[in-house]
């Protein structure tokens, strides 16, 4: 079976910890079970966002960039492909990224280096808060997924 990093692993490849590298997260197990032993297996993203880099980490795309195509449709939806031919379509489920007006405005905030220790803590907290929820939301909830 493809090995799966553990969450720290991947959320330390992806730099933080954040609601989208838990998605993707939850998105690379699916995907690493369902390539079993072949790890030699090509991807279509249709984003750039963090779950995109779950899957690179688990499937070692950053090593071989050849096995992956970004064409950014700005949806969390992904295609696997192993050497036989047969795919998995993994697509988010609508309304499911979680944020805030709060936290918008925070990042605006961090963005622009006008952030005080207060608004970064807060920003650091709501950012805890919905990485918790979307590890512990069933993955039904959060992406389908359709064998081909």
């Not at 005080?116 to 919905?130: C, K, L, M, S």
Request: aromatic letters at 6%.
């Amino acid at each position: 079976m493809t090995d799966i990093p553990n969450f720290e692993t991947i959320a330390k490849a992806h730099g933080h910890t954040c609601p989208g590298i838990a998605l993707g997260y939850k998105i690379a197990v699916a995907a690493a079970k369902w390539s079993g032993s072949d790890t030699n297996i090509s991807v279509v993203s249709h984003t750039t966002r963090c779950p995109l880099d779950a899957i690179k980490q688990t499937f070692d795309l950053k090593k071989h960039p050849e096995r992956l195509i970004v064409d950014d449709t700005n949806t969390v939806s992904f295609v696997l492909e192993k050497i036989d031919g047969s795919k998995l379509f993994i697509d988010e489920v609508p309304n499911t990224k979680l944020t805030s007006k709060e936290l918008h405005m925070l990042k605006e905030k961090i963005a622009a280096n006008t952030a005080t220790p207060e608004d970064i803590a807060r920003h650091t907290a709501i950012q805890n808060e919905f990485l918790h929820i979307m590890l512990n939301t069933p993955d039904e909830k959060l992406f389908t997924v359709r064998e081909a």
